[in-house]
């Protein structure tokens, strides 16, 4: 079955603390995997892929194939990273089957 | 570009309605796709079009619900009968196809009462 799992529904954490959000999934495919944002009032977006292997605004997610995570990482979060976020998988149909999203609220 | 456009922002109806989602996507994206969102499964894959041609609707929850992509540049979501459980936000996105990334529309809050 091909399956993005969240297991958070809801993150919070104090402005400067490490965050990760967790994401595993499940393929039996080589996989691309994507993590998505919505900030408030904003349109869902995308923030990562995993293929660019880059850091966007202080993230970063590493694809572990052992463990199928593709987990999202910020070594000291800010208030602005609050919102909504989705990973998500693309498969060979490319279908892209996103994840329930987990909230992450970062507090002053 | 303005983006991925949807109409209308939000849409109240009475059960039974028939209701029509709108979509333009970005002019050039050749991949349309309908997710509805909610809080208990998130983002659902509804269908997605490849050059105005339905790909995959296994995710289309039963008959009431039915999607056409007329031209590159215009799509509609339908649902006839809507119903109370209908209820979510809708949201159409477009891409070049391929693993090129998914823009997003701002969506639309459907309310069945």
């Known amino acids: 079955a091909q399956r993005v799992t969240q297991p958070e529904k809801l993150l919070s954490v104090f402005k400067g603390a490490p965050v990760e959000l967790k994401c595993n999934y499940s393929?039996?495919?080589?996989?691309?995997l994507f993590w998505y944002v919505q900030y408030s009032r904003q349109r869902l977006q995308l923030l990562l892929r995993h293929i660019s292997r880059e850091s966007i605004k202080g993230f970063t997610a590493d694809l572990n194939k052992g463990e199928t995570s593709f987990h999202l990482k910020k070594p000291f979060a800010q208030e602005e990273d609050s919102a909504m976020y989705y990973c998500?998988?693309?498969?060979?149909?490319?279908?892209?089957?996103f994840g329930t999203g987990t909230r992450l609220q970062v507090f002053p | 570009d303005a983006g991925v456009i949807q109409s209308p922002r939000h849409e109240v109806t009475e059960m039974g309605q028939e209701v029509t989602l709108r979509c333009k996507p970005i002019s050039g994206h050749n991949s349309l796709f309908w997710y509805r969102q909610t809080m208990m499964r998130g983002l659902e894959l509804l269908i997605y079009f490849n050059n105005n041609v339905p790909i995959d609707d296994s995710g289309m929850p039963e008959d009431r619900f039915s999607a056409k992509m007329p031209n590159a540049s215009f799509s509609t979501l339908k649902i006839q009968p809507s119903e109370p459980r209908d209820s979510a936000v809708y949201f159409c996105a477009s891409s070049l196809g391929g693993n090129s990334p998914l823009h997003f529309g701002n969506g639309t809050r459907l309310t069945v009462t």
């Open positions: 998500a998988l693309l498969n060979n149909t490319d279908k892209l089957i």
């Open positions: 393929y039996s495919g080589s996989p691309e």
